[in-house]
């Protein structure tokens, strides 16, 4: 699993993901670091935690590094297995310690479409249980996707200019099953803009829709990821 730290100008990213390996009860847990130099070179350094504990507790202290130094730093959270423990380490610390979040922005990363806000899958209810809902205090705000309508490219531009107007400060990733950084599936073109996608079959089979086909995705497009 991994995550993701840089000290030169902002952390980029943290990126959670368990990659199996040949035998297959083994799982390398893996730590993706992007740094952002001065110059505008994207540097990746990968680090392995012995274990998924260690990647969560690893994960969790750059994201409360992060809001220590930078009070009202951007955060772009992803759902998922992968960074769960990491979300409790964090809210576990940040209630304990009572750390003012009030100045910090949540952006999600991405979300099914064509559902209901708070349908048990999405990833709107995912963010709620496992991380707003038990935070002792709210962010300053929480910039999250419509979750249905034909008026999505509206929305879809909402969050755009939030990101051009605000470089995130870590972003949260976790490689999918067939590859994908958020709902930016494979395809010969990669779209830089938040936008709508059409999901790719395996992502259809995906556990987290506990068996509802949804066909459609909405997420932060790749110039906001890198």
């Not at 507790?57 to 423990?85: D, F, H, M, Q, V």
């Not at 003012?100 to 922005?105: L, R």
């Not at 990363?109 to 990833?123: G, Q, S």
């Not at 987290?208 to 949804?214: I, N, Q, R, S």
């Amino acid at each position: 699993v991994t995550t993701i730290y840089c000290e030169c100008i902002r952390i980029i990213s943290v990126c959670c993901a368990c990659i199996k390996t040949e035998a297959e009860e083994s799982l390398d847990f893996l730590v993706f670091c992007y740094t952002l130099k001065s110059k505008g070179v994207l540097f990746m350094e990968i680090l392995n935690a012995k274990n998924y504990e260690e990647m969560s507790i690893t994960g969790a202290n750059i994201l409360l590094e992060t809001i220590r130094n930078k009070p009202n730093a951007s955060i772009c959270i992803a759902t998922g297995g992968s960074p769960e423990r990491m979300y409790e380490i964090f809210v576990n610390t940040i209630n304990e310690e009572k750390l003012d979040i009030s100045n910090v922005t949540f952006v999600k990363l991405d979300e099914w479409y064509d559902a209901e806000e708070y349908d048990p899958f999405t990833c709107n209810t995912f963010i709620k249980e496992k991380l707003l809902d038990k935070l002792y205090m709210k962010p300053k705000q929480v910039i999250a996707f419509q979750t249905k309508g034909e008026d999505y490219q509206e929305d879809l531009d909402r969050v755009q200019k939030y990101l051009d107007e605000n470089p995130l400060d870590v972003m949260i990733l976790g490689l999918g099953m067939n590859g994908h950084l958020g709902f930016n599936e494979l395809a010969d073109e990669l779209s830089l803009d938040a936008h709508m996608v059409q999901l790719d079959a395996i992502t259809q089979t995906h556990e987290m829709t506990m068996g509802k086909v949804l066909t459609r995705g909405v997420t932060v497009g790749m110039k906001g990821i890198f």
